[in-house]
Protein backbone atom coordinates (compact mmCIF):
# COMPACT_ATOMS: atom_id res chain seq x y z
CA UNK A 1 0.00 0.00 0.00
CA UNK A 2 1.08 3.68 -0.60
CA UNK A 3 2.34 5.44 2.59
CA UNK A 4 0.66 8.60 3.73
CA UNK A 5 1.94 11.09 6.02
CA UNK A 6 1.17 14.53 7.77
CA UNK A 7 1.15 16.35 11.09
CA UNK A 8 -0.14 19.47 13.00
CA UNK A 9 1.84 21.40 15.16
CA UNK A 10 0.63 21.06 18.99
CA UNK A 11 0.19 25.24 19.29
CA UNK A 12 -2.74 25.52 20.20
CA UNK A 13 -5.73 24.22 23.29
CA UNK A 14 -7.46 22.71 20.28
CA UNK A 15 -7.14 22.28 16.45
CA UNK A 16 -10.11 24.76 14.66
CA UNK A 17 -12.74 23.33 12.08
CA UNK A 18 -9.60 24.42 9.49
CA UNK A 19 -6.97 22.07 10.33
CA UNK A 20 -10.42 19.70 10.30
CA UNK A 21 -11.87 20.04 7.00
CA UNK A 22 -8.31 21.02 5.42
CA UNK A 23 -6.40 17.68 6.76
CA UNK A 24 -7.43 15.74 9.44
CA UNK A 25 -10.86 14.37 8.01
CA UNK A 26 -8.60 13.67 4.90
CA UNK A 27 -6.43 10.97 7.43
CA UNK A 28 -8.99 9.85 8.43
CA UNK A 29 -10.84 8.41 5.27
CA UNK A 30 -6.60 7.62 3.90
CA UNK A 31 -6.65 5.39 6.09
CA UNK A 32 -8.87 2.44 4.21
CA UNK A 33 -6.18 2.72 1.45
CA UNK A 34 -2.69 3.96 2.75
CA UNK A 35 -0.51 2.71 5.43
CA UNK A 36 -0.52 5.93 7.44
CA UNK A 37 1.68 7.60 9.50
CA UNK A 38 0.30 10.58 11.91
CA UNK A 39 2.73 13.04 14.03
CA UNK A 40 2.39 15.50 16.45
CA UNK A 41 5.21 17.59 15.83
CA UNK A 42 6.17 19.14 19.15
CA UNK A 43 9.61 20.24 17.96
CA UNK A 44 7.72 22.97 15.19
CA UNK A 45 6.00 23.96 18.26
CA UNK A 46 9.10 25.25 19.94
CA UNK A 47 9.30 28.21 16.88
CA UNK A 48 6.81 29.90 18.71
CA UNK A 49 7.95 29.80 22.42
CA UNK A 50 5.50 28.23 23.99
CA UNK A 51 4.83 27.68 27.82
CA UNK A 52 6.23 24.42 28.64
CA UNK A 53 3.59 23.13 30.42
CA UNK A 54 0.90 24.47 28.14
CA UNK A 55 3.28 22.81 25.21
CA UNK A 56 3.01 19.60 27.20
CA UNK A 57 -0.69 19.24 27.51
CA UNK A 58 -1.45 20.23 24.03
CA UNK A 59 0.84 17.71 22.26
CA UNK A 60 -1.59 15.12 24.31
CA UNK A 61 -4.98 17.16 23.17
CA UNK A 62 -3.55 17.30 19.94
CA UNK A 63 -3.22 13.44 19.30
CA UNK A 64 -6.57 12.93 21.70
CA UNK A 65 -8.18 15.08 18.78
CA UNK A 66 -6.32 12.70 15.88
CA UNK A 67 -8.25 9.73 17.68
CA UNK A 68 -11.41 11.36 18.00
CA UNK A 69 -11.17 12.20 14.79
CA UNK A 70 -11.61 8.35 13.77
CA UNK A 71 -7.88 8.10 13.24
CA UNK A 72 -7.27 4.19 14.46
CA UNK A 73 -4.08 3.58 16.10
CA UNK A 74 -4.59 -0.06 15.49
CA UNK A 75 -4.12 0.64 11.68
CA UNK A 76 -2.29 3.42 11.74
CA UNK A 77 1.11 4.68 13.52
CA UNK A 78 0.39 7.61 15.75
CA UNK A 79 3.36 9.57 17.39
CA UNK A 80 4.51 12.41 19.18
CA UNK A 81 7.68 13.83 16.80
CA UNK A 82 10.25 14.08 19.27
CA UNK A 83 10.25 10.93 20.57
CA UNK A 84 11.54 9.71 17.69
CA UNK A 85 14.75 11.44 17.15
CA UNK A 86 15.41 10.96 13.54
CA UNK A 87 13.53 14.01 12.83
CA UNK A 88 16.22 15.79 13.75
CA UNK A 89 19.18 14.27 12.73
CA UNK A 90 18.03 14.55 8.99
CA UNK A 91 16.69 17.28 9.34
CA UNK A 92 20.20 18.50 9.50
CA UNK A 93 21.31 16.75 6.60
CA UNK A 94 18.73 17.92 4.78
CA UNK A 95 19.62 21.97 5.61
CA UNK A 96 23.00 21.35 4.46
CA UNK A 97 21.38 20.98 0.93
CA UNK A 98 18.73 24.19 1.51
CA UNK A 99 19.70 27.26 -0.01
CA UNK A 100 19.50 30.39 2.14
CA UNK A 101 17.82 31.96 -1.10
CA UNK A 102 15.51 29.33 -1.43
CA UNK A 103 14.43 29.01 2.36
CA UNK A 104 13.78 32.80 2.73
CA UNK A 105 11.54 32.60 -0.22
CA UNK A 106 8.72 30.78 2.26
CA UNK A 107 5.96 32.77 2.26
CA UNK A 108 4.59 31.36 5.81
CA UNK A 109 8.15 32.82 7.08
CA UNK A 110 7.87 36.01 5.74
CA UNK A 111 3.97 36.15 7.75
CA UNK A 112 5.22 34.37 10.51
CA UNK A 113 8.30 36.68 11.22
CA UNK A 114 6.42 39.67 10.24
CA UNK A 115 3.84 38.75 13.01
CA UNK A 116 6.03 37.70 15.57
CA UNK A 117 9.03 40.86 14.97
CA UNK A 118 12.76 40.47 14.99
CA UNK A 119 13.09 39.32 18.18
CA UNK A 120 10.63 36.30 18.24
CA UNK A 121 11.71 35.46 14.89
CA UNK A 122 14.22 32.26 15.52
CA UNK A 123 16.71 30.07 13.27
CA UNK A 124 13.82 27.72 14.33
CA UNK A 125 11.32 29.37 12.61
CA UNK A 126 13.41 29.60 8.89
CA UNK A 127 14.35 25.95 9.35
CA UNK A 128 10.71 25.22 9.66
CA UNK A 129 10.63 24.09 6.39
CA UNK A 130 13.38 21.96 6.45
CA UNK A 131 12.46 20.07 9.60
CA UNK A 132 8.91 18.94 7.88
CA UNK A 133 10.82 17.65 4.95
CA UNK A 134 12.72 15.29 7.02
CA UNK A 135 9.44 14.27 8.80
CA UNK A 136 8.08 13.54 5.26
CA UNK A 137 10.84 11.99 3.51
CA UNK A 138 11.87 9.58 6.84
CA UNK A 139 8.69 7.85 5.72
CA UNK A 140 9.65 7.24 2.28
CA UNK A 141 5.75 9.08 2.12
CA UNK A 142 3.90 8.89 -0.94
CA UNK A 143 1.12 11.02 -0.30
CA UNK A 144 0.83 13.73 2.32
CA UNK A 145 -2.61 15.26 2.82
CA UNK A 146 -2.69 18.81 3.87
CA UNK A 147 -4.68 22.62 3.18
CA UNK A 148 -3.29 24.73 0.38
CA UNK A 149 -1.29 26.90 2.99
CA UNK A 150 1.49 24.21 3.12
CA UNK A 151 1.24 24.03 -0.74
CA UNK A 152 4.99 25.36 -0.77
CA UNK A 153 6.66 23.34 1.72
CA UNK A 154 5.63 20.34 0.52
CA UNK A 155 7.34 21.53 -2.77
CA UNK A 156 10.39 22.32 -0.22
CA UNK A 157 10.18 18.81 0.52
CA UNK A 158 9.42 17.40 -3.11
CA UNK A 159 12.79 19.58 -4.34
CA UNK A 160 14.57 18.31 -1.37
CA UNK A 161 14.06 14.69 -2.06
CA UNK A 162 15.04 15.08 -5.59
CA UNK A 163 18.19 16.69 -4.98
CA UNK A 164 18.67 14.04 -2.26
CA UNK A 165 18.54 11.43 -4.58
CA UNK A 166 20.35 13.17 -7.51
CA UNK A 167 23.67 14.21 -5.26
CA UNK A 168 23.57 10.73 -3.43
CA UNK A 169 21.81 7.88 -6.00
CA UNK A 170 18.07 6.66 -5.22
CA UNK A 171 17.57 7.34 -1.33
CA UNK A 172 14.06 8.45 -0.80
CA UNK A 173 10.81 8.32 -2.04
CA UNK A 174 9.16 11.96 -3.97
CA UNK A 175 6.41 12.65 -1.49
CA UNK A 176 2.94 14.49 -3.68
CA UNK A 177 0.68 16.94 -2.01
CA UNK A 178 -3.17 15.68 -1.35
CA UNK A 179 -5.25 18.34 -1.19
CA UNK A 180 -8.76 18.18 -1.46
CA UNK A 181 -9.99 21.29 -3.37
CA UNK A 182 -13.02 22.29 -2.03
CA UNK A 183 -12.04 22.63 1.61
CA UNK A 184 -8.13 22.92 1.16
CA UNK A 185 -8.54 26.56 2.37
CA UNK A 186 -11.51 27.64 5.34
CA UNK A 187 -11.59 30.95 5.91
CA UNK A 188 -11.91 33.23 9.05
CA UNK A 189 -15.49 34.18 10.28
CA UNK A 190 -14.46 37.74 11.28
CA UNK A 191 -12.47 38.76 8.17
CA UNK A 192 -12.97 36.28 5.31
CA UNK A 193 -10.25 36.53 2.88
CA UNK A 194 -7.67 35.73 5.70
CA UNK A 195 -6.98 31.41 6.32
CA UNK A 196 -9.00 30.63 9.73
CA UNK A 197 -5.66 30.13 12.34
CA UNK A 198 -4.79 28.62 15.38
CA UNK A 199 -2.63 31.93 15.96
CA UNK A 200 -5.42 34.25 14.03
CA UNK A 201 -8.20 36.32 15.15
CA UNK A 202 -10.59 34.23 17.82
CA UNK A 203 -13.77 35.71 17.01
CA UNK A 204 -13.32 34.22 13.39
CA UNK A 205 -12.05 30.74 15.06
CA UNK A 206 -13.95 27.83 15.26
CA UNK A 207 -12.26 25.21 17.74
CA UNK A 208 -13.21 21.50 17.98
CA UNK A 209 -13.07 21.62 21.45
CA UNK A 210 -15.14 25.41 22.13
CA UNK A 211 -17.91 25.30 24.02
CA UNK A 212 -21.53 25.02 21.35
CA UNK A 213 -22.52 28.46 22.98
CA UNK A 214 -19.09 30.05 21.32
CA UNK A 215 -19.67 28.08 18.57
CA UNK A 216 -23.00 28.97 17.47
CA UNK A 217 -22.23 32.64 18.58
CA UNK A 218 -19.51 32.97 16.26
CA UNK A 219 -21.20 31.80 13.67
CA UNK A 220 -24.32 33.74 14.08
CA UNK A 221 -21.74 36.83 14.08
CA UNK A 222 -19.43 35.74 10.74
CA UNK A 223 -18.56 38.51 8.47
CA UNK A 224 -20.97 38.05 5.49
CA UNK A 225 -22.09 41.24 2.88
CA UNK A 226 -24.27 43.85 2.07
CA UNK A 227 -26.39 41.58 -0.25
CA UNK A 228 -29.00 39.41 0.48
CA UNK A 229 -28.58 36.41 -1.57
CA UNK A 230 -27.13 32.89 -0.43
CA UNK A 231 -24.88 32.49 -3.51
CA UNK A 232 -21.28 30.83 -4.11
CA UNK A 233 -19.00 32.98 -5.16
CA UNK A 234 -15.73 33.29 -3.05
CA UNK A 235 -14.55 36.66 -4.84
CA UNK A 236 -17.71 38.64 -4.50
CA UNK A 237 -19.10 36.86 -1.70
CA UNK A 238 -16.61 35.55 0.53
CA UNK A 239 -18.25 35.08 3.44
CA UNK A 240 -21.35 33.59 2.67
CA UNK A 241 -19.36 31.20 0.53
CA UNK A 242 -16.99 30.37 3.63
CA UNK A 243 -20.82 29.33 5.35
CA UNK A 244 -21.87 27.30 2.75
CA UNK A 245 -18.42 25.44 2.27
CA UNK A 246 -18.44 24.76 5.56
CA UNK A 247 -22.31 23.49 5.54
CA UNK A 248 -21.96 21.39 2.70
CA UNK A 249 -18.19 19.81 3.72
CA UNK A 250 -20.23 18.53 7.20
CA UNK A 251 -23.48 18.17 6.06
CA UNK A 252 -22.64 16.45 2.84
CA UNK A 253 -25.63 18.49 0.99
CA UNK A 254 -23.57 19.56 -2.44
CA UNK A 255 -23.31 23.69 -2.42
CA UNK A 256 -25.83 23.81 -5.19
CA UNK A 257 -28.80 22.39 -3.27
CA UNK A 258 -27.57 24.80 -0.19
CA UNK A 259 -28.49 27.55 -2.45
CA UNK A 260 -31.63 26.70 -3.77
CA UNK A 261 -32.39 25.52 -0.41
CA UNK A 262 -31.18 29.50 0.91
CA UNK A 263 -33.30 31.23 -1.98
CA UNK A 264 -35.07 33.90 -0.89
CA UNK A 265 -34.23 33.36 3.16
CA UNK A 266 -32.14 35.75 5.18
CA UNK A 267 -28.52 35.46 6.07
CA UNK A 268 -29.81 34.63 9.48
CA UNK A 269 -31.21 31.51 8.65
CA UNK A 270 -27.78 30.25 6.97
CA UNK A 271 -26.27 31.45 9.87
CA UNK A 272 -28.50 29.16 12.38
CA UNK A 273 -28.58 26.06 9.66
CA UNK A 274 -24.58 26.03 9.87
CA UNK A 275 -24.35 26.43 13.34
CA UNK A 276 -26.74 23.80 13.90
CA UNK A 277 -24.52 21.69 11.83
CA UNK A 278 -21.11 22.10 12.97
CA UNK A 279 -22.00 22.07 16.71
CA UNK A 280 -23.79 18.71 15.65
CA UNK A 281 -20.71 16.95 14.15
CA UNK A 282 -17.99 18.42 16.64
CA UNK A 283 -19.98 16.78 19.96
CA UNK A 284 -19.05 13.57 19.23
CA UNK A 285 -15.26 14.78 19.02
CA UNK A 286 -15.29 16.65 22.03
CA UNK A 287 -17.17 13.86 24.32
CA UNK A 288 -14.16 11.06 22.74
CA UNK A 289 -11.49 13.84 23.68
CA UNK A 290 -12.83 14.47 27.01
CA UNK A 291 -12.95 10.74 28.19
CA UNK A 292 -9.17 10.31 26.42
CA UNK A 293 -7.51 13.12 28.25
CA UNK A 294 -8.85 11.32 31.43
CA UNK A 295 -7.37 8.61 31.16
CA UNK A 296 -3.95 9.70 29.78
CA UNK A 297 -2.26 6.52 30.87
CA UNK A 298 -3.94 5.01 27.74
CA UNK A 299 -2.92 8.07 25.55
CA UNK A 300 0.39 7.62 26.40
CA UNK A 301 1.02 4.34 25.96
CA UNK A 302 -0.96 4.69 22.10
CA UNK A 303 2.11 7.49 21.36
CA UNK A 304 4.93 5.42 22.64
CA UNK A 305 3.43 1.84 20.59
CA UNK A 306 3.28 4.38 17.55
CA UNK A 307 6.75 5.86 18.50
CA UNK A 308 8.79 2.09 18.47
CA UNK A 309 6.41 2.20 15.34
CA UNK A 310 7.63 4.90 13.80
CA UNK A 311 11.16 4.27 15.15
CA UNK A 312 11.31 1.33 13.22
CA UNK A 313 11.41 2.60 9.69
CA UNK A 314 12.93 6.45 10.44
CA UNK A 315 16.36 4.40 11.80
CA UNK A 316 16.56 2.76 9.07
CA UNK A 317 16.10 5.72 6.31
CA UNK A 318 19.07 8.18 8.38
CA UNK A 319 21.41 4.67 8.48
CA UNK A 320 20.41 4.61 4.65
CA UNK A 321 20.98 9.00 4.50
CA UNK A 322 24.24 8.99 6.60
CA UNK A 323 25.52 6.07 4.41
CA UNK A 324 25.00 7.69 1.08
CA UNK A 325 26.23 11.50 1.84
CA UNK A 326 29.59 10.12 3.60
CA UNK A 327 29.32 9.57 7.43
CA UNK A 328 31.17 6.99 8.88
CA UNK A 329 28.89 4.06 10.17
CA UNK A 330 29.71 3.45 14.07
CA UNK A 331 31.63 0.63 15.02
N1 LIG B 1 -7.81 27.46 7.33
C1 LIG B 1 -7.43 26.26 6.93
N2 LIG B 1 -8.12 25.60 5.98
C2 LIG B 1 -7.75 24.35 5.56
N3 LIG B 1 -6.68 23.71 6.07
C3 LIG B 1 -5.96 24.33 7.03
N4 LIG B 1 -4.86 23.97 7.73
C4 LIG B 1 -4.53 24.97 8.59
N5 LIG B 1 -5.39 25.99 8.46
C5 LIG B 1 -6.29 25.62 7.50
C6 LIG B 1 -4.19 22.67 7.60
O1 LIG B 1 -4.17 22.06 8.88
C7 LIG B 1 -2.89 21.45 9.10
C8 LIG B 1 -2.25 22.12 10.31
O2 LIG B 1 -0.90 22.23 10.22
P1 LIG B 1 -0.05 23.07 11.28
O3 LIG B 1 -0.36 22.62 12.64
O4 LIG B 1 1.36 22.97 10.81
O5 LIG B 1 -0.58 24.56 11.18
P2 LIG B 1 -0.61 25.67 10.06
O6 LIG B 1 -0.63 25.09 8.69
O7 LIG B 1 0.48 26.66 10.35
O8 LIG B 1 -2.03 26.37 10.30
P3 LIG B 1 -2.79 26.68 11.65
O9 LIG B 1 -3.23 25.39 12.28
O10 LIG B 1 -3.91 27.62 11.46
O11 LIG B 1 -1.74 27.36 12.55
P4 LIG B 1 -1.05 28.82 12.44
O12 LIG B 1 -1.63 29.61 13.52
O13 LIG B 1 0.37 28.50 12.64
O14 LIG B 1 -1.35 29.39 11.06
C9 LIG B 1 -2.11 21.62 7.79
O15 LIG B 1 -2.32 20.53 6.96
C10 LIG B 1 -2.73 22.87 7.21
O16 LIG B 1 -2.58 22.96 5.82
New binding site residues.
Given amino acids: RPRVF ?1 A ?2 P ?1 ADSL ?1 L ?2 Y ?3 LRQWVALQETHDAIYSVVDL ?1 ALTVAPDPQALRTRSRVTAAQYLAAGVDPERSVLFVQSHVAEHAELAWVLGCLTGFGEASRMT ?1 FKDKSAKQGAEGTTVGLFTYPVLMAADILLYDTDVVP ?5 RQHLELSRDLAQRLNARFGPLVTVPEAHIVKA ?5 DLAEPTA ?6 NPSGLIELLDDEKVVAKRIRSAVTDTETVVRFDPVHKPGVSNLLTIHSALSGVPVAELEAEFEGKMYGHLKVAVADVVVTALRPLRERVAELMADPAELDEILADGAARARVIARETLARVYDAVGLVPPA
Fill in positions: SMQTHGNLGAHQVGEDQTAKIYKMSKSG
